[in-house]
C-alpha cells in the first residue's frame, strides 16, 4: 500500500519555464492538497481539491499557479514562467472522506536559477 | 495574520530527559489540533492530535496538553531519544470545526534536537 507518491523529487528550472509537480494520493483516498514550505517557513497551505473539482484555492498566488486533480492520473501543480522566488518545498497530502491528520508525500523541491 | 505561532525555533535536550514543544494560537474557533513531525527531505508525518473537549492527550512517549483559556498547546516526549530529532509542527483546522478535511494551518515549527 503504497503512500504519497510525489514526483519529481528534485526540479530545476530556469527563470521563465514551467513546473509541474505531479502527486498519486494514497489508495482510497479522494481528497488532495498542495502546501508550499519556502525557506526557515512554515508550511502554508495552497490548494485542496477533490476528483475534478477545485475545492479551496485560497491560498494560491493569483498569478501563474494553477493545480488540477483529473478523473484519471495525479493531481498537478502548475506553475508557469518560474521566478526564484517560487524556489520552496512543495508537498502533497491525501485524505480520505471526513478523516483528520493526513498523509503528506516526500515533497518536491523546486529551484529556480 | 499568524494564527497558529511556535515562538521557540529550536531546542536541545538531553536524552531521557523530557522535551516540551509549545504553540499559541489565536483564533477562538479552534478546536481540534494537531502536531506532525518531519525529518529533512521527508514530508511530514502525524503524530498526535487532541480536540478542544479535552485537556491531555497520551500516546505512549507523546503527551499534548491543551489549555483553552491561555490558547496554548504543548508536546510533550518522554523520555526523549536520538530518533526524535527533528523539525516539530501544530497545526489547526482553518476550515472551521473538528472532522473538517480541508486546509490546517501551520505553526513555524521547533527543530528538537536530543542529545545522546
Given at each position: 500500500n503504497a503512500g504519497v507518491m510525489q514526483n519529481p523529487r528534485h526540479l530545476v528550472r530556469r527563470r521563465g519555464q514551467e513546473a509541474r509537480l505531479r502527486c498519486s494520493p494514497m489508495k482510497g483516498h479522494s481528497h488532495v492538497y498542495w502546501y508550499r514550505q519556502l525557506p526557515e517557513e512554515g508550511l502554508k497551505f495552497m490548494v485542496y481539491l477533490q476528483k475534478e473539482n477545485i475545492?479551496?484555492?485560497?491560498?494560491?498566488?493569483?498569478?501563474?499557479f494553477s493545480a488540477e486533480f483529473p478523473k484519471e492520473g495525479p493531481s498537478i501543480l502548475r506553475i508557469q514562467q518560474?521566478?526564484?522566488?517560487?524556489s520552496a518545498a512543495y508537498f502533497c497530502a491525501s485524505s480520505p472522506p471526513g478523516r483528520y491528520g493526513y498523509t503528506f508525500g516526500s515533497g518536491t523541491r523546486l529551484t529556480v536559477v | 495574520d499568524q494564527q497558529v505561532k511556535q515562538n521557540s525555533p529550536s531546542l536541545s535536550v538531553q536524552e531521557g530527559r523530557i522535551s516540551i514543544l509549545n504553540c499559541d494560537y489565536?483564533?477562538?474557533?479552534?478546536d481540534y489540533f494537531l502536531w506532525y513531525k518531519k525529518y529533512p527531505a521527508e514530508g511530514p508525518t502525524f503524530l498526535i492530535s487532541i480536540s478542544s473537549i479535552k485537556d491531555k492527550n497520551e500516546d505512549g512517549r507523546f503527551t499534548v496538553f491543551l489549555n483553552k483559556s491561555a490558547k496554548h498547546l504543548s508536546l510533550h516526549i518522554?523520555?526523549?531519544?536520538?530518533?526524535?530529532?527533528a523539525v516539530y509542527f501544530c497545526a489547526a483546522p482553518g476550515g472551521g470545526g473538528s472532522g473538517n478535511t480541508g486546509k490546517l494551518i501551520f505553526g513555524q515549527g521547533t527543530t528538537l534536537q536530543v542529545k545522546p
Open positions: 475545492i479551496d484555492e485560497s491560498g494560491m498566488p493569483k498569478e501563474r518560474v521566478v526564484r522566488g517560487d | 489565536t483564533n477562538s474557533m479552534f518522554v523520555p526523549s531519544q536520538p530518533g526524535d530529532s
